[in-house]
């Protein structure tokens, strides 16, 4: 099976358009720190190096790749973008057709709904649980199409999860820190058990190329939940010392104008 390198152009462009956008509205006037910017350009260097090129290819026909593109797409580089505050620029955006586009989108209410975090958490877990444990997650393996069709459904979810639940962007509706943290706590339960699931299953969950052997197969299968399981306890302890981070913030702040008061 190969990749159709329109998928290459497709992806190329579409984060190469996102970055150069970001840049031309020029952060530090929307208020967006030199750090937040470094954060969101990783995040879209990092989706470049899974999405264009040799490792985007090579994940056709290798698992493990395959699953370092699932994690690195969910659970670090979606919060990357996230922390870049791109909402906050496109709703100040210098460029008119971006406010008109992007206001719409906040105000239209369908789209509201899906940034309760309640509905991201939701959407994040059917991702997570359909890519991997349905008829979807072989289909990814077997098919180069569908395998892109889950690359832009992480994104989308991780987007769309990570959006409320942490800090530098306008969000429509309000979320208590202490519901971020424990949310980002609760997720990690799914995606570290689906590492494990995968790396001590004794039967493989998804076809293998031919000319693959049944043993190589399942190693390739225990290596990608190995990757999972180790990669996503790691990351998602960085998110909550993140988010509990800025809870003792805005409880210190909440504290002293107390005081003043």
Known sequence: MALNPLWDLFFGLAFCGKLAWYYAEKPSEHGVSRLRQSLFTLGIVLALILLVGPVAHAAINTFWIHMVQHVALMMLIS???VLGSPIRIALGSHFPIVRTLISALANNPLIRQLFRPQVGF???LAILILTHFSPLAN???VNANVHCFE???FLIGGFIYYLPVM???PTPFH???????GSLFAMMLPETMTGFFLYSGNKLLHDIPQGTTAMAGMNDQHRGGSIMWAMGM???TIWIVLAARDWFNNERE???LEDEA
Not at 175 to 181: L, N, T
Request: aromatic fraction near 10%.
């Open 79 to 81: 919060p990357l973008i």
């Open 122 to 124: 939701g959407l994040f």
């Open 139 to 141: 289909a990814g393996m």
């Open 151 to 153: 690359l832009i459904l």
């Open 167 to 169: 800090e530098g962007n």
């Open 175 to 181: 979320v208590p820190y202490s519901f971020r943290v």
């Open 234 to 236: 790691l990351i998602d």
């Open 254 to 256: 909440l504290a002293e």
